[in-house]
């Protein structure tokens, strides 16, 4: 049973790998804005992401218009398909090659759905993966509450799967040889060699753990 989460402050919002795939290539295949829903389990001091999904919305290169019309016929298909509603507590969308950040319209899209949605979680990011996250709480045991947190601690959740691990540590143990046994230095090339790679240039964003 999923139960709107108690006014706790210092939420982490955490997103599972696969999750998180989703929403990168989401963001970096559109040129413009564009926005989605996904599934929230709310745990002890977190929430975790499980899936993102997109609906038929109109997007430009500064907006992505959020109907009612559309989330109402997103969450009836959902719903027939078998999916869980209850778990429907996130918002997500992007600003292209803008900032990452919460707009006056963005605080307007939340307020609304808040007017179906107990809690929800609230994601922005950009082409670049800048991601800024926020937390809406509306109601607390059918009471309305009006609390909101901004910049939540975010990072990619990797489960762990026992069966996995062992086969990848066998797998290691196959392949991998150690040059050096000195504990203080385990490589077997120089420090200054990149393999023709630029040791400042970031492939992928830096999130908090």
């Known amino acids: 049973m999923h139960t709107t989460p108690s006014l706790t402050t210092n939420m982490k919002i955490k997103i599972s790998a696969t ?8 963001i970096k295949e559109c040129e413009d804005e564009i926005s989605g829903f996904g599934l929230v389990v709310p745990l002890q001091d977190s929430f975790l992401i499980t899936d993102i999904f997109i ?61 179906t949605f107990d809690y929800i979680v609230s994601l922005v990011g950009n082409h670049k993966m800048e991601i800024k996250t926020r937390v809406d709480i509306f109601k607390v045991g059918g009471v309305d509450s009006t ?54 240039k970031k492939y992928l964003p830096k999130h908090g753990h």
């Not at 719903?79 to 803008?98: F, R």
């Not at 504990?183 to 040791?199: E, I, L, Q, V």
């Open 19 to 26: 999750a998180y795939t989703k929403l990168y290539y989401y």
């Open 147 to 200: 609390f909101t947190e901004e910049d939540n601690e975010f990072s990619v959740w990797v489960d762990t799967n026992e069966e996995l691990q062992k086969q990848i540590k066998k797998e290691i143990e196959e392949k991998v040889k150690s040059s050096y046994h000195w504990k203080g230095y385990t490589h077997g090339w120089k420090k200054d060699d990149n393999f023709g790679f630029n040791n400042n």
């Open 55 to 115: 609906f038929e919305q109109t997007v430009g290169s500064a907006e992505t218009e959020l109907e009612k019309d559309d989330v109402a016929k997103f969450l009836m298909d959902f719903d027939a398909k078998g999916g869980d509603i209850s778990k429907i507590k996130l918002w997500w969308h992007s600003h292209a090659d803008m900032t990452s950040f919460f707009s006056e319209t963005d605080t307007s899209t939340i307020e609304t759905l808040g007017e």
